[in-house]
Structure formats: structure tokens, C-alpha cells
């Protein structure tokens, strides 16, 4: 019960990044929460597809979101960022909270309208992560850091839009 709790705090920190700076995920990571949100994708999105390409889509999110959410990662520590691997892709894995929803919301939506849900849920799931990784100090390096933030962000945007 303990593990559901902190994952259901870190949770309502991506829901509102703004709230209680002093508490961050970065404080206390843990992969339960990044690994539930992961499946829950992964398992949304085979179920979607054709019926003989379920088990590649499954693998293919699941494969794209710790393998991105490890270059982002590498990419931050390679310029010089103050976080370990394992606090990075914590808050990574988290902040794709708001693309798990709208994948679940938007499962039989028109197209339009997945696609403003898609971009709104994009743009929370960077700026969640953009406001955690303020404590990361890439002085004049951040530009760089960030971009692959949003390649990251929006690939499982499109993951979700295309499914």
C-alpha cells in the first residue's frame, strides 16, 4: 500500500508540476509507477492495433519509452546535468501520465479531437518534465537538453495519435 501511495503522489505532482516545489520526484525515485504507466500504454495501444501486430506495438512502446527515457537521460548527464540515470527516467516515466490518459480517453474519439487531446497532452507531459528537470543546473547547455525532451515526448504523442 505504501508503493501505491508514493506512486499516486508523484502522480498528482505531474498533474500539477507547480505545486510543492520542496517535495519533487527527483527526491525520492522508484521505476513502480514509470513501469505501471508503461504497460498500461504498451497494453492500450496493441490492443488497438491489428491483431497480428499486437505483440510488435506492445514491444515497440515499451522498447521506445525506457530506451528514449535512457537517451534523454544520458543526453542530460553527457552535458553535465547534477542527475543520476535512475531519478531521470523516474521523472520521465511519470510525466508520460497525461499521454496514458488521453490514449485511454481518446480510444474511439474522432480524429480531431484526438488530436487537440494529443497536443494537450503533449505540451503537460513536456512541461511537467521541463519543470522538474529545473534542478538539473545545464546553465547554457539547456537548449540542448531540452530538445530531446520534446523528440521523447512527442514520438509517444504520435504513438498515441496514430493508434
Known amino acids: 500500500m ?12 505531474v498533474l500539477d508540476p ?9 527526491k525520492d525515485w522508484d521505476w513502480w509507477g514509470p513501469l505501471l504507466l508503461c504497460l498500461v500504454l504498451s497494453v492500450r495501444l496493441s490492443v488497438a492495433a491489428m ?11 515499451f522498447f521506445i519509452i525506457w530506451f528514449g527515457s535512457a537517451i534523454v537521460t544520458l543526453n542530460s548527464q553527457l552535458l553535465g546535468g ?4 535512475f531519478q531521470s527516467v523516474c521523472v520521465l516515466g511519470y510525466c508520460i ?7 485511454l480517453i481518446t480510444w474511439l474519439l474522432p480524429f480531431f ?15 511537467a518534465s521541463l519543470n ?12 540542448l537538453a531540452i530538445y530531446p525532451i520534446f523528440l521523447f515526448y512527442f514520438m509517444i504523442g504520435w504513438l498515441v495519435l496514430v493508434s
Do not use: H
Open 2 to 13: 505504501r508503493d501505491v501511495n508514493n506512486i499516486w503522489s508523484k502522480v498528482k505532482q
Open 18 to 26: 507547480r505545486m510543492n516545489k520542496s517535495q519533487n520526484l527527483l
Open 51 to 61: 491483431s497480428d501486430q499486437g505483440p510488435a506495438v506492445f514491444a515497440a512502446t
Open 82 to 85: 547534477k542527475i543520476s540515470f
Open 97 to 103: 501520465f497525461p499521454l496514458v490518459i488521453v490514449s
Open 113 to 127: 479531437l484526438k488530436l487537440v487531446l494529443v497536443i494537450f497532452a503533449y505540451i503537460w507531459a513536456t512541461y
Open 132 to 143: 522538474f528537470l529545473t534542478d538539473v543546473n545545464l546553465e547554457n547547455k539547456r537548449l
